[in-house]
């Protein structure tokens, strides 16, 4: 399975202030997603970022607020842009990896973002 | 579209008894299925994963699941749940239909309190 990294590993943050969380990855991979967490709640899926093009986003997440790179096929960024208490979450990276001969998506350890 | 139902939220066992953690999903296509733990203050790990074939499926730590197609479930099991099983538990699905993409949806959870 792939090693992925995150930083940081956590923050906190003052409402209307933005943040960047990097995501590396220790092979190249092709798909990159991003997740949010909020508190005591399931994952839900924020945007697939893609090499070489504009990501991808799930309904109610926009570019504006959430703008992702992906400049390379080890290498994310995902930034919380103009943050309010709304925002405190967890984030987290997943890579799609090729396992058993079967796809999986394995995480990183997540971002644990406090906004104030 | 394509959901997941983890039924309970929290499951209490005694150390030493089996554990059963419930999941349920609805795709329109044929599925693929994942069990991911998540201990405290730590990303999701991967547990284990159906993909086709035999419809028991063995994975990490012990744990195993049973894909279920006409009551479309896919519990995951442990015969003797150890106080380190503690932790909260995700269910996720993805449709293998081309059009649904690598979009992984998640259930809600269900903590696990493995009492000594």
């Known amino acids: 399975s792939a090693v992925i990294s995150q930083k940081p590993s956590r923050d906190i943050c003052q409402r209307g202030t933005s943040l960047t969380i990097q995501c590396q990855v220790d092979?190249?991979?092709?798909?990159m997603f991003w997740y949010r967490q909020q508190p005591g709640q399931s994952l839900t899926l924020i945007a697939t970022?893609?090499?070489?093009?504009?990501?991808?986003?799930e309904s109610g997440f926009v570019i504006d607020k959430f703008p992702i790179s992906r400049p390379n096929l080890t290498f994310s960024t995902l930034t919380v842009s103009n943050m309010s208490p709304e925002d405190s979450s967890i984030y987290l990276c997943?890579?799609?990896?090729?396992?058993?001969?079967?796809?999986?998506?394995?995480f990183g350890p997540g971002t644990r973002l406090l906004v104030l | 579209a394509q959901s997941v139902a983890q039924p309970e939220d929290q499951v209490n066992v005694a150390e030493g008894n089996p554990l059963t953690v419930k999941c349920t999903y609805s795709?329109?296509?044929?599925?693929?299925l994942f069990w991911y733990v998540q201990y405290p203050n730590r990303g999701l790990q991967f547990l284990l994963k159906?993909?086709?074939?035999?419809?028991l499926v063995k994975g990490s730590y012990g744990f195993e699941a049973e894909f279920n197609k006409s009551q479309t479930s896919f519990h995951l099991k442990k015969p003797s749940a150890l106080v380190s099983d503690s932790a909260l538990y995700f269910c996720?699905?993805?449709?293998?239909?081309?059009?649904?993409?690598?979009?992984?949806?998640f259930g809600g959870g269900t903590r696990v309190l493995v009492k000594p």
């Open positions: 997943s890579v799609a990896s090729i396992a058993g001969g079967s796809e999986t998506q394995y």
């Open positions: 092979s190249q991979v092709t798909m």
């Open positions: 970022a893609n090499q070489g093009s504009e990501a991808t986003y």
């Open positions: 795709v329109s296509g044929n599925p693929y």
């Open positions: 159906y993909i086709t074939g035999d419809n």
């Open positions: 996720a699905v993805r449709d293998m239909k081309k059009a649904a993409g690598n979009k992984l949806t």
